[in-house]
């Protein structure tokens, strides 16, 4: 999968990153995030006051400065989070940006016109509608449909694959992206998308983040995290109060600190990196996200729909086993198999000689002036005539016992009936009119899915398996691949009830597609997946896209969703835990004044009440950008059932965000009095 | 020995509970014999409520204050009205306007905050027309609303939440009255007067003349407990030897106190189909319940040493001793019944913390009958919400997805808490003809103003004593803080209901958030402290907090 690990240049990211930060302390901007603005309000209000004190030359100036500066750090930090989860899309949108290019195309009046009487044009003023012709060598100019011809395409700009893939008019290859070359042949495209309107332009906006909307839960999330900070304004501007009652004053500064570390700035700064961090990994999968929402519904998915062919099998037919007739040596039988397929160029034959290499430890090679004798419909036979007269022959049964004129011995015919049973294809092999035995084809499983399905199940995913078998093959493959379910001879209208039915019983339901009768299943299904070869209508109906055209990305593309949840819900539990050492900090440095009892809270010894103070901000602003590369990368994630998720998840981010800040408000206490600043 | 006793209490209470629950199932989804339906139905006939017709959370929530508002109107009436109205042997006059709307509001919300002396200003009437209907329909109002809520969670698909009318008249018929008769018989039987002939004059031994005030307690003190109002018919409440006469009558009534709040947890794990979620929600109850008592125990019974060994016995009634008392103060207040058979002012400092914590983080340890249910449940939508994600599916409780609707309407409902207490109490620290309540000076009086304010807000209705809560001041701020208390709760949470019942129920699979077992017990115990308690802990710092660690350096207030 190298192409999928553009080791975009970080380095680079980081000067530009320090620009953005600044610039987003723009109100306006800063505005989206509420958290964020409350914080940076403080700021402010701190340093004027600060100042304040500074020229009136009142004692304490330094130290409300000091609180000023680590404020508008935390903010500084949640800016620039963001702003490198915005560089890491920003790098990608640019290299798109550059296949983009104005160039001359010819025109043509109708689909079926001759190039030479097309008319030029710029690509920047095509139509919708319109038909272009594209030669070899030119980029194809606008999103559309092949129409007529058939051409080799390489989409490497799109894609990341180098390998030309081909694109011919009718069918389910016939969509062509903007930004890709024609390397071999012509195509005639009917122009599908308006100018800016493009699959690239939507890519860029995409992963740049420009039409980045909130996702449904980031919006719930973001709610709680406003309705937090109200509550501890309520509690922050009430202290004066009770502390006037208690016959002591607390400095506005001071409160502001308590404020400032009590509402949820940790999650609240990260929020948006975590999302945008979500989907550009996803990007980097080579999936694009139509909205986050399909994203976050990824992780929801109690249902997968897979395609058996290219996610379960290998999508051919392969020799599983050699089985000789009773009396026949397996080298014999290896060898007539052999050679009945040497002239064979399809999967199957190059699987059997493979299977016979196992058995023989080598093959014969092709001998000289051997006649090859190919497969037709009428005798359903193929093989090998040789110089000597001998002949070879693989075939149906039945077609080898016309051939031959005889029958199997009873021990090969029960053989044949337990192959076809199982769900795979008997093939005989004979020499001349000897039967010398069978052939096993079966589709074989990929190696690690049953693996994976597994883990599926225990993270409570249910699988099931899509394919056009009969029910006997579908059941033996389902069994082997160990999915869920199966839905065999399945038709489009199939696929759409099932997921009908699914939806039914509350689940969420996940599917991949490439043709136009999948464009209703993909529609209906929570998240769609396309494949970028697939039609035009897929790839609208679908919410996500899959560059590759691997149908078993949909398996990563639920895990990346799961990851961008279980991030969110870290962080915020952390955010949260730490709350409660800020507050052993920070109320016994107010109060102690008032109650020299109240001293007994500050169980960290904390040196002074300015030296607590202090180490409370400046916590809260260091955790903030120590957890930056967390939010970007993500929560580590192994699939696991929920219980076993929420005990680590809950140990490490819960328990660890209760017990970590008491350990660094410490630490950084002992620092400030070490260097003299408190 | 102790240890047991207590046992012995925690188990007696879970195994009524467990089986009122049964009853309680049944009667909620109708499942009675024929004769009490007809009853029921003729009932609900008269007062022209179509009984068949659900109601969707917004008709569900106008009923609910339709109805309670309508009651208001009419206790104010009364009690301002009392002298003039008969069953008043003892010639009491009508109230005055401010403790009229104090006392209304506060029955009418099941606080029972009491800002008057029953026996010296309330008429018989007063008491049984009035306070004594409102101990039940207030019960009753909460219950509803808690089942409804339920249902929200629970119920197949749907738009309605069940038809307030019934289950009003379901709750007070069915479960409320039948209870209250059992224990006012056994209390009556125990020695508490149920008379409607006047207080008794008598000479006592000293030769000084005394009046002894009597009147129909038993049937009110039944549902005083019974439906977590706690409003006694004497001033000093379950202290008073008419009102708590024996140790049998004190058990019988703590284990009221708390028997419907248990029992709902059951019914909850019932109508979800899945006992356990029951059982959790019981358990994270519990575990802080136990917690909070072992600390009032302790403080209780090893008392003061600056004011001699022994335990703490200043404001308990000798026939109680602390373990008692200990036990009655943490129930009442957990429960936001607010009934007293001590002198909560006189507790310890940390005690006073306890009870303090008991009733800020919004009654829903047990809490007031129904209502201690829907406010965890407020707690459970939250702690979901939280750490749900970190099972990287977005957050669903009982397969029902918890959305931004829902965590607006939960945050709404959470900020009545803070904005009660925090502001409620700045205000009533700092204003001059609200500070004169204040008895004691120092972080006692602070424990005191607090005190009062999340009685109300928590709509528990105990009071620290030597606060002066009959000033207009505290008598108006108490009055609207209970309603907030009250309503800016039910509101939000029926709407909740009414937002989840219309989603999709996702299958329980093994990707399931678990809402069940040890860990999730663990994690709701945390939400309501960090999320419910730490808000409240600067203003501790100055209360208890500060009283205590003064009192372990040698100092009092």
Known sequence: MSKHDRPADMSGLYPAAVRQSIAKLDPRILWRNPVMFVTAVVAGMTTVLGLRDLLAGMPGAGTSLHIAAWLWLCVLFANFAEALAEGRGKARADTLRATKSETRVRVLGAADDDPATGSETLSTALRTGQFVHVAAGENIPADGEAVRGVASVNESAITGESAPVIREAGGDRSSVTGGTTVVSDWLVIRVTAEPGKSFLDRMIALVEGAER???????????????LTLIFLLVVVTLPAFASYAGTTIPVIVL????????PTTIGGLLSAIGIAGMDRLVKANVIAKSGRAVEAAGDVDTLLLDKTGTITFGNRMADALIPAPGVDSHRLAEAAALASLADETPEG????????EVLGGVPAMPPRAEAVAFTAQTRLSGLNLADGRSFRKGAADAVIRLTGKIPPQALAREVDAIARSGGTPLLVADGTDILGAVHLKDIVKPGVRERFAELRAMGIRTVMITGDNPLTAAAIAAEAGVDDFLAEATPEMKLDLIRREQAGGRLVAMCGDGSNDAPALAQ?????????????????????????????????VLVGKQLLISRGALTTFSIANDVAKYFAILPAIFVAAYPGLGALNIMGLASPTSAILSAVVFNALILVALVPLALRGVAYRPASAAALLRRNLLVYGLGGLIMPFVGIKAIDAALVALNLA | MTLMSYLLYLAALVGLAWLLAVWMARVYGGALPSALLRAEAALLRLSGAVPARGMAWGAYALAVLAFNATCFVVLYLLLRAQGALPLNPDAIGGLAPDLAFNTAVSFVTNTNWQAYSGEAQLSYLSQMAGLTVQNFVSAGTGMAVAVAVIRGFVAARGTTLGNFWVDLTRSVLWILLPLSVVLALFLAWQGVPQTLQGAVVATGVEGQEQVIARGPAAAQIAIKQLGTNGGGFFGVNSAHPYENPTIASNMAQSLSILLIPVAFCFLFGRMAGDRRQGWAILAAMAVMFVAGLAVVHVCEVAGNPALGAGANMEGKEQRFGAMLSALWAASTTAASNGSVNAMHDSF???????????????????GGVGAGLYGMLLYVALAVFLAGLMVGRTPEYLGRKIEGREVTLAVLAFLSMPLGILVGGAVAATV???????????????????????????NNGSAFGGYGAALPWHTTALGIIMLLGRYAIIIPMLAIAGSMIRKPQAPVTSGTFPTHGPLFVTLLVLTVVILGALTFFPVLALGPVAEETARLAGQSF
Request: charged share 15%; hydrophobic share 50%.
């Open chain 2, 432 to 458: 001059p003809q609200a500070l004169a309540a204040v008895q004691e000076p120092g972080p006692h009086g602070m424990s005191e103003i607090l005190y009062a304010y999340a009685s109300a807000t928590g």
């Open chain 1, 350 to 357: 190059k699987s059997i000689v493979d299977k016979a290499r």
């Open chain 1, 213 to 227: 909307q909130k996702t449904p839960n980031e919006i719930a999330l973001n709610i709680l995290l406003v309705g």
């Open chain 1, 256 to 263: 502001g600190a308590l404020f400032v570390t009590l509402i």
């Open chain 1, 525 to 557: 299904a929570d998240v769609g997946v396309a494949m970028n070869a697939g039609t035009p209508a897929a790839k609208e109906a679908a919410n996500l896209i899959d560059l590759d055209s691997d149908p078993t990305k949909l398996i990563e593309v």
């Open chain 2, 348 to 366: 310890m400092p940390l005690s006073g913390f306890v009870m303090l914590v008991f009733m800020q983080i919004g009654e829903v340890i047990f």
